[in-house]
């Protein structure tokens, strides 16, 4: 089964829309860390917004902010006031913990939604 | 140099070539990552280190080889790979700690190597 999944693998937006990105997740453990990254056609993935399992509030950075709803196991983002600049690929990621000790553990990632910012 | 930075950025080889990727980073990072990411396939680990020490392999096959001389810099060696092997290759890094929860950990990516198999 899936872990990340995005259920829309295109979208096209009008400039100055809000867009909301759609991601469920799946996991057991109480303990997780729920990503989103922004990869433009140059290939680099830039981090974009983090959230906590434990976190009470949803978390915002700027124009990004990410609508957590633990009981659905979903973590939408949520993009104000959209930019032609916007338009690249967008992956939400999640990690859990590792009990084998360390701390350092992968992503796991969605397929990816690919926004394009229409004028 | 800020960042993460990886070299080459692209890279066309045969498949009887040996050639290594090189990721470095300049965050003051301990954990370092090789992911794989495919046409029409999501992202996948390939490697974890962390504070030098290989701590994942991703069933990943011997035809990669990683190596990790310090916290700032991992290579990726390659030899006798196959045309399916053609991807982006994405280093990362983060902080990591011994004492704090790795999915807390936010990961930073590097450019990628563009990678091509004849």
């Known amino acids: 089964a899936q872990k990340i999944t995005q259920t829309q693998p295109g979208m096209f937006v009008q400039e100055k829309e809000a867009v909301t990105l759609d991601c469920t997740y799946d996991t057991s453990d109480p303990s997780y860390g729920l990503f989103w990254y922004k990869q433009p056609s140059s290939g680099e993935m830039i981090f974009l917004i983090y959230q906590g399992s434990y976190d009470q509030q949803n978390a915002t950075e700027g124009r990004y902010s990410l609508n957590f709803q633990k009981a659905r196991k979903s973590a939408n983002l949520v993009i104000s006031a959209s930019q032609l600049g916007d338009s690249a690929m967008y992956f939400c990621a999640m990690r859990e913990p590792s009990y084998s000790g360390g701390g350092a553990d992968g992503l796991t990632f969605g397929k990816g939604t690919h926004l394009i910012i229409q004028p | 140099e800020t960042g993460v930075t990886q070299t080459p950025r692209h890279l066309v080889m045969g498949m009887t070539n040996k050639k290594s990727l090189k990721c470095e980073q300049h965050?003051?990072?301990?954990?370092m990552y090789w992911y794989k990411q495919s046409a029409k396939k999501p992202l996948e680990l390939m490697f974890v280190?962390?504070?030098?020490?290989?701590?994942e392999n991703n069933s990943v096959p011997s035809r990669f080889s990683p190596e990790c001389p310090n916290s700032s810099h991992l290579f990726l060696h390659l030899h006798t790979l196959q045309p399916e092997d053609s991807a982006l290759y994405l280093c990362?890094?983060?902080?990591?700690?011994?004492?704090?929860?790795?999915?807390?950990?936010?990961?930073?990516f590097g450019p990628g190597t563009r990678l091509t198999v004849l």
């Open positions: 990362a890094s983060s902080q990591s700690s011994l004492r704090l929860a790795g999915y807390t950990d936010t990961q930073y």
């Open positions: 280190y962390n504070f030098k020490e290989q701590t």
């Open positions: 965050l003051g990072h301990n954990a």
